[in-house]
């Protein structure tokens, strides 16, 4: 059983007698359920949480995983060639991922997407991208797909995910010269809210915020390897749908 010790506290702590304060004290320190989510997601190595959870420094991701650590939520491994360390959940951990689950599809129904809209990233959309292709309907022999994002006032900006037989995709930032089968020109709002499912990929291209040249077998099944987020599918409390649907469960 986990034991919180005079370490872990601060002077700001909460009154620890209460359970939901005892595991606020754990989980609360900022970053904490995003580097979990991005472990859960199967990231392991320094560099690729870092790539989930952009927004944190490497000496702060440093830090937390050192506390999460210390916690008893993560533990360090030697990697599989010695040459780097991995971060595992541990069982404890592991009991939070439904409860991380159910907070995260709560906001997903409740907060309006205008709000998550507004706060736009195009690496950890990629980075998110990345992992939910279905590689068994996309040509089997290596392939390359180029996203090219627009959001003003910026320039846009280009990804390219690189499929090889019997490897996981890997995401670029640059152009490493490969042959592109298929460009993905969009705008970064409009491929946000369909991969999310705030709207969808059919509504954002008949409305020219999403253009797809190239392979015209992968152009047109593009809902069919480019996996939407798990949230995409829960309905949201503004949603006529779904209104409609709790009005006659009533």
């Avoid at 019997?166 to 970064?188: N, T």
Wanted: hydrophobic share 45%.
């Amino acid at each position: 059983m986990l034991q919180l010790t005079g370490a872990i506290m601060s002077e700001t702590a909460y009154p620890l007698f209460c359970p939901v304060a005892m595991a606020a004290e754990i989980i609360e320190p900022r970053w904490t359920l995003l580097v979990l989510c991005e472990l859960w997601s199967g990231s392991t190595r320094f560099n690729q949480i870092q790539r989930g959870v952009p927004g944190m420094s490497p000496g702060l991701l440093s830090k937390r995983l050192r506390d999460m650590e210390a916690k008893g939520l993560v533990m360090r491994v030697a990697g599989r060639t010695k040459d780097f360390s991995e971060y595992l959940t541990t069982p404890l951990a592991d009991e939070l991922e439904p409860v991380v689950r159910q907070l995260g599809e709560w906001a997903h129904r409740n907060i309006r997407s205008e709000v998550s809209l507004d706060h736009l990233d195009a690496r950890l959309l990629m980075w998110n991208i990345r992992r939910k292709i279905n590689r068994l309907e996309l040509p089997q022999h290596a392939c390359v797909i180029q996203f090219t994002l627009k959001h003003p006032p910026g320039a846009p900006v280009s990804y390219w995910l690189v499929f090889k037989p019997g490897i996981e995709p890997d995401l670029c930032y640059a152009d490493q010269g490969f042959p592109v089968d298929l460009f993905i020109i969009s705008e970064l709002r409009a491929l946000t809210s369909a991969w999310m499912g705030h709207s969808s990929f059919e509504t954002e291209i008949a409305a020219g915020r999403i253009s797809l040249v190239g392979h015209q077998i992968m152009a047109r099944n593009l809902t069919k390897w480019l996996i939407t987020s798990s949230y995409a599918g829960i309905c949201v409390s503004d949603d006529v749908g779904c209104a409609s649907s709790r009005i006659a469960a009533e």
